[in-house]
Antibody
Framework: QVQLVQSGAEVKKPGASVTVSCRAS????????IHWVRQAPGQGPEWMGW????????KYAQRFQGRVTMTRDLSISSAYLELSSLRSDDTAVYYC????????????????WGQGTLVTVSS | DIQMTQSPSSLSASVGDRVTISCRAS??????LYWYQQRPGEAPKLLIY???SLESGVPSRFSGSGSGTDFTLTISSLQTEDFATYYC?????????FGGGTKVEI
């Protein structure tokens, strides 16, 4: 069965960087784009961008440009989200989510999600 | 950016009730509209794709309708496990955006 398993909770100081990992199993990792979505406490989800594990291409939401980097390690079917210059309003649960489409352009909606990683930014 | 506005933001209902949730897009998004259910402490779960197609494994009491700018999620007979927050999301263009959510409470 498809599973996305994320790394554990993080506490960071303002200005630091954080990396969240997402390990995929149960499907061909290279065949589906991975999206990153975050959700601040009590808020709706917010899309951060997508990553193509096959090509290494990424598309970031403009508001995160310059602060976000998405990468992967094909050997262990894992995707990574790095967010730098952290601020208190980056405190949120960060999710990886699989794109519906297979070996084609992303459909831009999400059929499987990781369990979420809480990132807390506090001095 | 396309703004997605849901109404109501919360509602109270009883088991067996018919529940309707609305989602309005700030511009025409055709049928590039999706609905998710999120229970507390869990990740969102896909219910409806392309405005009206039921995701595999989702009970048939859930249905979606609409096109253009106005969309509806209907739960025909509310069950205990349906008490959750529901979000709409568009994929017409990037950035992908979500509605603010509708919390369905007892």
């Amino acid at each position: 069965q498809v599973q996305l398993v994320q790394s554990g909770a993080e506490v960071k100081k303002p200005g630091a960087s954080v990396t969240v990992s997402c390990r995929a199993s149960g499907y061909t990792f290279s065949g589906h784009h991975i999206h990153w979505v975050r959700q601040a406490p009590g808020q709706g989800p917010e899309w951060m961008g997508w990553f193509n594990p096959n090509s290494g291409d990424a598309k970031y939401a403009q508001r995160f440009q310059g602060r976000v980097t998405m990468t992967r390690d094909l050997s262990i079917s894992s995707a990574y989200l790095e967010l730098s210059s952290l601020r208190s309003d980056d405190t949120a649960v960060y999710y990886c989510a699989r794109d519906r489409n297979y070996w084609t352009a992303p459909a831009n909606y999400f059929d499987f999600w990781g369990q979420g990683t809480l990132v807390t930014v506090s001095s | 950016d396309i703004q997605m506005t849901q109404s109501p933001s919360s509602l109270s209902a009883s088991v067996g009730d018919r529940v309707t949730i609305s989602c309005r897009a700030s511009q025409n998004i055709r049928t590039y509209l999706y609905w998710y259910q999120q229970r507390p402490g869990e990740a969102p779960k896909l219910l409806i794709y392309a405005a009206s197609s039921l995701e595999s494994g989702v009970p048939s009491r859930f249905s979606g309708s609409g096109s253009g700018t106005d969309f509806t999620l209907t739960i025909s007979s509310l069950q205990t496990e349906d008490f959750a927050t529901y979000y709409c999301q568009h994929s017409y263009t990037t950035p992908l955006t979500f509605g603010g959510g509708t919390k369905v409470e007892i």
